[in-house]
């Protein structure tokens, strides 16, 4: 596939498409942006409303579009779904989103699309896993936009905490993205610190850090029953994934990978940082877990395996 960074599609202009589409302008991203959703006034008037944009950021060409226009797309963004509601976990939207996705599959790949598929429906990692079988497209163009929402709220949490820049935590989330995450404590640093190290002068426990966690992985219910819905954050981690493709950064970034013997784990979607390029997953970096940790991941991984299987049952 030529290295162009030219057209990405949207498909799905709710908040978290619209909200992509935003970013990508004021990054900077793509010449080419077509939005695709089945409310077709909507994405016309998004068109409208951000190329208003272009005259303050960079000239981009940006129109309501069809599957038909995926054709020549380097990369497909999928954030199409219903919405979780208050109260909702990501897990119950499976079977609503599984006929959703396949909607969305079967038109893409008809128009001769063969790129990369970045999935951010919920629950995630099983909608990627649905978009791969649905595409049969290879395993390394398409993958989810996993844990790195919550990847990037730890790291938040975790600068308030010890009065650093974010970008200075080097954590992850792994896992699900869902209930069943999980952080890396035992292997995070900051400054080639340990964590720990620095939570031990802090006088903070294991469980405060558990509770630090906890409150990471439910962020996203306090600001649903808030706000009705999170999007600016989700936004955020795709446009930084779609610039990692678009210009062939081989950035490593916490996504849903597909693994195959990683974690001891095969035939399944799920967080962990991973190497992306041009040509999609270029490498999964497979973290040295503690025994307390590769049990938290068996069991996420677990959880996730019996909804897919449930959930295509169905079908």
Same mark, same amino acid.
Request: proline share 3%; net charge negative; glycine share 8%.
């Given at each position: 596939?030529? !290295? ?12 978290? *498409? ?19 959703? &089945? ?5 016309? /008037? ?6 208003? =944009?272009?005259?303050?950021?960079? %000239?981009?060409? $940006?129109?309501s579009g069809d599957y038909a226009d995926a054709k020549d797309a380097e990369l497909v963004v999928i954030t199409a779904g219903a919405p979780q509601k208050p109260g909702e976990t990501r897990l119950q939207l499976v ?15 008809? #128009? *001769?699309?063969?790129?990369? $598929? &970045?999935?951010?429906?919920? %629950?995630?990692?099983i909608m990627t896993y649905a978009a791969q079988k649905f595409s049969g497209l290879p395993k390394t163009r398409v993958f989810g936009s996993g844990t790195s929402l919550d990847t990037s709220r730890l790291r938040v =949490?975790?600068?308030?905490? @010890?009065? &650093? ?9 792994? /896992? ?6 999980? =952080? ?13 190290? @620095? ?5 903070? #426990? ?5 509770? $630090? ?23 955020? #981690? ?14 490593? !970034? ?9 974690? /001891? ?5 799920? /967080?962990?940082?991973?190497?992306i390029d041009a040509q999609g997953v270029a490498k999964v970096i497979e973290i040295p877990l503690s025994p307390a940790e590769n049990e938290r991941m068996q069991a996420s991984a677990k959880t996730l395996k019996a909804?897919?299987?449930? =959930?295509?049952?169905?079908?």
């Open positions: 596939m030529a !290295l162009k960074g030219r057209k990405v599609v949207v498909i799905g202009d709710g908040a978290v *498409g619209s909200a992509y589409a935003f970013a990508m302008v004021q990054q900077q991203l793509a010449e080419e942006l077509v939005i695709v959703d &089945v409310f077709k006034d909507k994405t016309e /008037g998004d068109a409208l409303d951000l190329e208003d =944009a272009t005259a303050f950021t960079a %000239p981009k060409n $940006i129109y079977d609503k989103n599984l006929k959703i996705m396949k909607s969305i599959i079967e038109p893409l790949m008809a #128009s *001769g699309f063969n790129g990369i $598929i &970045v999935v951010a429906a919920n %629950p995630v990692d =949490a975790l600068g308030k905490q @010890f009065n &650093v820049d974010p970008r200075s935590v080097n954590a992850y989330i792994l /896992g699900e993205h869902g209930d069943s995450e999980f =952080a890396n404590y035992d292997e995070a640093e900051i400054g080639g610190r340990p964590l720990k190290a @620095f939570a031990k002068d802090a006088n903070l #426990s294991d469980d405060d850090l558990e509770q $630090i966690l906890y409150q990471t992985a439910h962020k996203a219910y306090e600001i649903i029953n808030r706000k009705g819905a999170t999007y600016y954050g989700i936004a955020t #981690s795709l446009a930084r994934i779609s610039r990692a493709i678009l210009r062939d950064e081989r950035v490593v !970034l916490p996504i849903g990978a597909y693994l195959e013997g990683e974690y /001891g784990l095969d035939d399944i979607y799920i /967080g962990t940082p991973a190497i909804i897919t299987q449930d =959930a295509f049952a169905k079908m």
